[in-house]
């Protein structure tokens, strides 16, 4: 959160897996922070301003900066052939796209 003199309550930031199980909470009153999760598959990043339910909204609109990094966990090379494993491919393939 941008704002150092609103409180964090009632923001939540949460992420729900490909199975829609959740994987990560934020903490209560955490303006800042970091957390890494590991998973395949699609994922959703949600930020609540207290309208999910479980906390009250105050009314007070907040500015909220986020960064994400996603980066495959690295298998190497194939030792038979001195190949890139195909999370190397993946990425690779991945990246000329962008």
């Known amino acids: ?19 829609n199980r959740e994987m990560y909470h934020s903490s209560v009153f955490e303006s800042e922070g970091t957390f890494t999760i590991a998973g395949i598959g699609t994922h ?12 009250k909204a105050d009314g007070k609109d ?13 298998r190497g090379k ?11 491919e993946h990425t690779a393939n991945l990246m000329s796209l962008s």
Not at 1 to 19: A, C, F, K
Not at 44 to 55: D, E, P
Not at 78 to 88: F, R, T
């Open 1 to 19: 959160m941008l704002e150092d003199e609103l409180s964090p309550d009632p923001l939540t930031v949460v992420i729900y897996g490909s199975n």
């Open 44 to 55: 959703q990043f949600c930020i609540s301003n207290g309208l999910n339910g479980k906390k």
């Open 62 to 74: 907040r500015t909220v900066g986020f960064a994400i990094r996603v980066k495959p966990v690295q």
């Open 78 to 88: 194939d030792s038979k052939d001195d190949k890139e494993g195909p999370d190397n």
